[in-house]
């Protein structure tokens, strides 16, 4: 009984800079169980989880696995010790095979064909007991997201993990795959191993660990036996106050339709259709929720609709205007008939983090004639432009001349928002807004979308938030596979709805089986372990 | 002092100043390996280069070649491209301002030759730059390979050229004609004496002019115009500049043209400005020198005028040094401009976690800045 | 033996001695880049390499001497290009270019402090310099129609360095696709935080590669002066260090398809030297500038992407940086 915990952490001191990631953590895993760490974004977790992998080293502070006290100076010795990572990004090399990705790092000798041939064995073993078939010579590129996930786990399990770390793993899979993963992780703690969730989805949380821990602002501020806790609880700890999960708006104004798209078909560099036969309205008036697992052609859609990436075949008429194929519009064109898009990747797209903060202000319409005197593109007016938008929209510190990079993730969010809204398009198109982005700022964001469709202008929002979508939208579609899978008003709508959707065109797997019914199955498979 | 602002000093002042010390120090020891007293050397380096009218001359008409070419690598730069070819630019832009005095009617004035010469050097230039330019932006050529294999190839038909096309058939090295008078720069210490002071004469030419305003030019074209935000956009992020509405080939030509363009000046000051003809070699060492100038200049187009006199000195001081000294040559300015190169460009960060950690360190109460909303 | 028979296997025979520097160059590129490094200073590690054998090999007295001093030098600028960009994560082309014009200013300053003849050095003797060899029975097998005479004159009768530069081939072959380091190697290029994440060293394994380049460009330097002609004049590598890299660009980043694509520029450079004088029916004599040129032009032309777009190893290029 007096079993060594799995993991204990001591007082984990953590600083980047001027950032305090993690302040004096302690943390106690008990062995067997799925233990989840949850918290907002910026809360510390991942640098919590990368400390614990050896990735980093902390500043102080003890880690003691399964009752020996350890100090990781790389991950070799983590692994060492029988930590394996799963990480948000997957670490895998694209061209290399499944074995190849499996056995880097543990080749057992400077000839590679040995190794091989003994990894091979070992992971053909580990996939029969876990359930965790892959193709071992197929090359990660042409595998789903869903098996080189599968393909991360049999990577920390043949380097003799009995303590598993996934961090989002969740945040990637469809409602199926997910599924999936849960059974494996019930497989594993038959099994006998450890695991560690961390995640920021609550549902996900409830569903299916032991034990939770909430982080905030980088100290550890509770821990719940699941059991004893709810959603509401837990999103209350991870903010600090009372939260509002629904938006409070009035009824849609729906007026004419400002952008049809019909059959859009969109490829990627290498021919592949990512979008496919894609058709759809948006009205003056309404917001249209596209959800869908991440990967699923919102990206593509965004940027085809903005003029970013050329489309394969199809139409779209905004504004008036139509374009297809053979006559594209460009992003400039666009945004002089009235389109503005607020990217999914702001570090990517939305600014240049180099720039200063009026600089980014200025992206995208840096060709005003209202800011430009001829050849001259004033800089007191390009500041003055800046400060306008961050008083619009609460942008902290209001000062332009600020890095855009030094900003918060809210901030930034918040100043690429004021930059496409205070110039009232009238087709917004945005793509996860709030990712990344704390609280507080979530709900003005949510707002600022409300207030635009009110005012009657026509928006698209992107979102692999369900909550989100759910709330912010009028009408909803929703992709799979690069094709609408589902179509269907916001009020009518629920997560098992949607979910229903979202997997709509892959396996048939029976799809009725919600979160709330795998919980029960699975609590009844624990209970049964522990009779026996 | 906020440390944003300490930071911002490090970055601009006290990290180049760094980096060239180190590029001394280790020149001092290049001296020291060839048995040169590098003080004696640095002596003999200032004088040659400040200690007589003549000297100083010459100082500043080489300074005037470093803008030309630190101002084309730093506008390429600032779209993200890395402009080697500046030396073969340079060197076809001279064909472009030879062209343009040798078949214009030589009775023409000089208010006629003159931007005559100074538009073809900026076509030819640019022209040089151009296929480069081109093969990056449709063809995914790396461009630093094409441009130093432009270089080579503006070497072989230049002489080509000059040997068998343009050949001043009086004379035996492979040159053209002489320049018709009407189409000579005019040279600085002729117009000083039309206004009074007599100084010595040197190469020094009004080329030295149409450099700083170049520079002026550049900064305006860069910072204060949507033509020079939608280029550094462009060079800080790609991807972003495509969102903003900018065609990123597009960036690419034009600024590889404008880029070339400059280069090509050079000959301006060399052939229209000194030696008023064609001549084989009168680019070389400018090109490479321009990526010195402006990675220590830090692309800023009065950073680059402030290392182009470094340069320019450098220059000067060496042809003194290799004029008093047997066992050195002018080659000894080269090794300089590699040093300044590694220790400005590649290194430039070298030293800047130890500057921040002992000049602006992180204060407590700079914690968390901006995390809450 | 007819006429045309004995121009080609001359021809040829060309091709094998200016193709071996460049097939050395290109190996050692080839680590680099698989490693995620950009190496544009190979140019400026063989002209080092070149000056430091022939002077080593002028003042001992022996070519070995010369190139052992040639690959010290090359690592050593190796270790320089290696600290800029691993450890300080600078800018790596701005790094290799920095390397080579340092070395194209320093070789003719040292030469000429050391040796006093402007630049160059000392010419080397027989006994300084690496001949040729003779492999075995090639005289007597001469008579043997048409095989007899290949395995006189193009396969017998190259300096030592040039069969080195052809084993190398095969040998880096097997290290990349073979062994742990090349599968670490390799994976360092495309995706260097799953290296880092599986507990190796990102760093180590750079300095690795560019330590293996460094060899390998101080055998091809060596070979320029001391093999191939018989001094250091100044700059006498001449781009083919920048040709080295079109040629991995070219033979995208495999081994023997960049052999070949060495072996191709070896053969038109060869066969341009042949043109050399020669009046072309409807065109009279090719200026030699124009000779001189093609090796460069060819290089453009390759690169406009001919053979359709080479894709890179995915990190080369970027400095490894630990993400937040």
New interface residues.
Partial sequence: MTDAFAIELTDIDKR?GAVHANNKVCLQVKRGNIHGIVGENGAGKS?LMSIL????QADAGQIDVLGQAYTFT??????AAGIG?V?QHF??????TVL??V?????G?????H?LAAARKELTRLGDEYGLKVDLDATIDTLSVGLQQRVEILKALYKGAEILILDEPTGVLTPQETEELFRIFGALKKQGVTIMLITHKLREIMSITDQVSVMRAGQMVAHRDTQATSREELAELMVGRKVLLQVDKNPANVREPLMKVKRLTVADSQGVDRLKDVSFELRAGEVLGVAGVSGNGQTELLEALSGIVPMTSGTIEVLGFKMDAKHPLTPRRLRELGLAHVPEDRHRMGLITDFSASESALLGYHTDPKINSGIWLSNSKVEANCQALMQAFDVRPADPHLKSGNFSGGNQQKLILAREMERSPEVLLIGQPTRGVDIGAIEFIHQRIIDMRDAGKAVLLVSVELDEIMSVSDRIIVLCDGEISGRINAADADERTLGMMMANALDPIDPLQTMDDQHASFQQASSQETQA | MKRDTRITWINRLLLPLLNILTAFAVTAI?FW????NPIEAAEVLLYGAFGYEEGIGYTIYYTTNFIFTGLAVAVAFHAGL?N?GGEGQAYVGGLGAGLAILFLDPTLGAWVFIPASIIGALIFGGLWAL??AY?QAY????I???T???N??AA??M??LM??VLRDTGQMTPQSELFPTNAWMPFVHDVAAGLGYNIEASPLNLSVFLALVCAVLVWFFLWQTRWGFAIRATGKNGTAAVYAGINPKYIIIVVMCISGALAGLVSINELVGYQHRLIIDFHVGYG?GG??VA?MGRNHPLGIIVAALLFGTLYQGGAELAFEMS???R?????????V??FC??????YRPWLIRRLAPVTKQEEFVGAAI | MSDLFLTVLLTLDATIRVSSPLILAAMAGLFAERSGVVD?GLEGKMLASAFAAASVAALVGTPWAGLGAAIIVSCSLAMLHG???IT????Q???G??????????T???G???F?QG?LTPALNNDSRFLSITLPFAEQLAFIPVLGPIYKELISGHTILVYVAFAVVPMVWWVVF???????L??VG??P?????????VIKLRYKALLIGGVLCGVAGAYLSTAHNAQFTRDMT??QG?IA??AL?FGKWRPLTVMLACLLFGFLDAMAVRLQGVAIPGIGEI?V??I??TP??L??IL???FIG?AIPP?AAGQAYV?E?
């Fill in positions: 980047f640098t992998y050896g990735f980093y790389d991950s070799h010795q983590a692994i990572m990480h670490m895998l090399v694209e061209n290399f190849e990705n056995i880097l790092g543990s080749e000798g400077a000839l590679l064909a190794g | 290049v390996l060839i048995d040169v890395f080697i296929i480069p093969l063809r995914g050529s790396h630093v390979i094409t130093i294999m432009f080579f190839l072989s038909l002489v080509y040997v068998h490479f990526i010195a990675l066992n050195i040559s080659d000894i300015v080269v090794v300089m401009q590699g040093l190169i590694l460009g590649a290194l430039d960060y070298m | 544009i600290f800029a960009t300080h994560r600078g800018d082309i701005v790094s270019v920095a390397i080579n014009i340092l070395v194209g200013g320093l003719i300053i040292l000429l402090a050391w006093h630049g073979r062994t742990r380091f090349g599968l670490r390799r994976a495309e995706n935080t799953a290296v880092d994440t599986a507990g190796l060293s001449a781009g920048y890299l079109a660009i200026p500038q124009f001189e040129a460069y032009l290089t453009v690169l406009a992407g777009r995915k630990k937040r």
